[in-house]
């Protein structure tokens, strides 16, 4: 029970879901302006992070139970929904004011090209899709409780999980003085509704529209990067996937048996065009060269991972990914950042890319320290430019070539055939002087081991 496009629930929603919402939504629009149960003393107002799944819903109707008058927020971060649906839904429901805000573009280009910037991956394998999004639709909550003058805001997080303290950290770092509601940590709430059931009754008590299709036995959260799957049958890190969960990656052994090649082409670490080698297909603008890596990584199967991670609040819990763009860029970035970038600027940037990793996840995104180490970050990638040739091809990426202005790469000085501007009797005395710590080491050692009787 997580908070979806805003929320987990409901974030990728069939037509059938969608041609009922519409229905349910027109019906109930009367009825719930008249009840009566909504006209009693406001205690003030609060923007609600709202998805128009079973949880989210719920809130706002329990919002208005306890008196607080509720504008409900949606953010379009890239997830498959149909937001005016969702709408007329939250207006049927007595919403005070519903806003939608398209924030794809301002998501690639804010927060994922940072993060491409970085090459972070928290514990080596997470590469953040659900940690970047959470602040960037908090800021856009936030944004909307400033300009409606409200007191409060609401999600739809757990009391368990990492997106509550993503969603609070940012909202309390952006607006200081706001007071926020979190229901599933509120002991009125949470001993009221048990689970599923308790929310499903409780819709139903209330005129609230319930989903007239089965509900997957695990929980999902989408967005233009990534989709999440956990909780539910996948509770038990031993079951595997099941078959048809996937919905932005195919099974790599039924993907083509031809890969596509693409040129990627960086400037200051920042992918700026990409361009199919075999069909000529070209994108530059940021958001339709993700979207295009998302499908060209989706049609290969690319970006799949099951792991087991460490939540910032203490506990483990089992994930699965697709990220099938992002793990794209992720390679080719590493490719074009090693070939410009100094040695030890590198060893300096992988620290910081570490520490970057565990700032996002923890949701200190618009902390002082993880502003800083972003600033650092983007200051290494000045000469990171140029362009990457990949192969996209069973569930993997290969990196095929590259080619840069800015290159460190001497041909001349590393070629076995050139002798360049290099003397080989230079590196026996750079031999010497490394040894000599391993000499000194040896003979200590030496000096201690027991002389024999």
Known sequence: MRVGGAGRTGCAQNHTQREWYRFEARALVTNRQSDPGTMSQSKGTVVLAYSGGLDTSCILVWLKEQGYEVIAYLADVGQDEDFEAARAKAVSLGAKKVFIEDLRKEFVEEFIWPWVQSNAVYEDRYFLGTSLARPCIARGQVKIAKQEKAQFVSHGATGKGNDQIRFELTCYALYPEVKIISPWRLPEFYNR???????????????????????????????????????????????????????????????????????????????????????????????????????????????????????????KSRGIYETPGGTILHEAHMDIEAFTMDKEVRKIKQQLSLKFSEQLYNGFWDSPECKFVRHCINKSQEHVAGTVQVSVFKGHVYVLGRESPTSLYNQDLVSMNVQGDYDP??????????????KEYHRLQSSMVPKSK
């Open 193 to 315: 509704f048990m689970g599923r059931t308790d929310l499903m009754e409780y819709a139903k008590r209330h005129g609230i529209p319930v989903p007239v299709t089965p509900k997957s036995p695990w929980s999902m959260d989408a967005n233009i990067m990534h989709i999440s799957y956990e909780s539910g049958i996948l509770e038990n890190p031993k079951n595997h996937a099941p078959d048809g969960m996937f919905m932005m990656t195919v099974d790599p052994s039924k993907s083509p048996n031809t890969p596509d090649e693409l040129e990627i082409e960086f400037k200051n670490g920042v992918p700026v065009k990409v361009t199919n080698l075999g069909d000529k297909t070209t994108h530059t603008s940021p958001l339709e060269l993700f979207m295009y890596l998302n499908d060209i990584g989706g049609k290969h199967g690319v970006g799949r991972i099951d792991i087991v991670e460490n939540r910032f609040i203490g506990m």
């Open 425 to 438: 009797i230079d590196a026996g005395g750079f031999i010497k002087i490394c040894s000599l710590r391993l």
